[in-house]
């Protein structure tokens, strides 16, 4: 079981009730404290959807006797009344030893690393959808992970030339090139990573 904390809706003005939802391709998802199932959705306020997110909602993977190496991925969805909605990914590793390969999306990610050797994909179709989102890696360790964009550069030494610090120096934002239409950007938060801390990975 893993429980995740810190989501939260924004919305102007305004609105209905709306419905959440969160599924996982092996596993299911609930809200912590009633134990609901969010994967046919539940319908609430904005201040109560995130009541609900403020407390948690909780993963339970799927039975895996063997515990066979298992990449999960977690699409969270919150839709109005008219609608109109939008989604997060959440990709992690469910279950196996040692670090794994992270495939992101064409939508807006979070990925969680596994603290070993890691490797996050990001599906970066330039030519024909302009970007791969505004993306947030946890727990990435500059000496053991390794970031892949399809379709660019990868290497450490191009993310470092591509970052800058944010977050009063607490996160490292990497703004990679889009060579098709630099109209279209997209970006890459290293939460908890400091520019020292990437460019030691570099020299290292």
């Known amino acids: 079981m893993t429980k995740v904390i810190g989501l939260a809706v924004f919305d102007v003005g305004d609105v209905d009730n709306l419905t959440i939802s969160a ?3 092996h596993g299911t998802v609930s809200t912590s404290v009633a134990h609901v199932p969010l994967a046919n959705g539940l319908n609430e306020s904005l201040a109560d959807i995130n009541a609900t997110l403020n407390s ?8 895996n006797p063997d515990n066979q190496k298992i990449v999960d991925h977690v699409l ?5 009344s008219h609608g109109l909605s939008d989604s997060l990914n959440l990709v992690f590793k469910q279950s196996g030893e040692g670090g794994a390969i992270l495939q992101g999306t064409e939508g807006k990610d979070i990925f969680f690393a596994t603290g070993g050797n890691d490797t996050f994909v990001f599906n970066a179709d330039f030519a024909n959808n302009g970007s791969f989102g505004h993306d947030t890696i946890r727990g990435f360790d500059v000496y053991h992970d390794v970031i892949g964009i399809n379709g660019i550069q990868e290497d450490l030494a191009y993310l470092y030339a591509h970052a800058t610090s944010v977050n009063d120096g607490a996160d490292v934002l990497i703004t990679p090139d889009n060579p098709f239409d630099p109209s279209h950007t997209s970006t890459i938060l290293l939460k908890g990573v400091t520019m ?4 030691g990975g570099l020299s290292a």
């Open 23 to 25: 599924v996982a391709d």
């Open 56 to 63: 948690g909602i909780v993963y339970r993977p799927n039975n």
């Open 76 to 80: 969270v969805t919150v839709t109005d």
């Open 196 to 199: 020292e801390q990437l460019h």
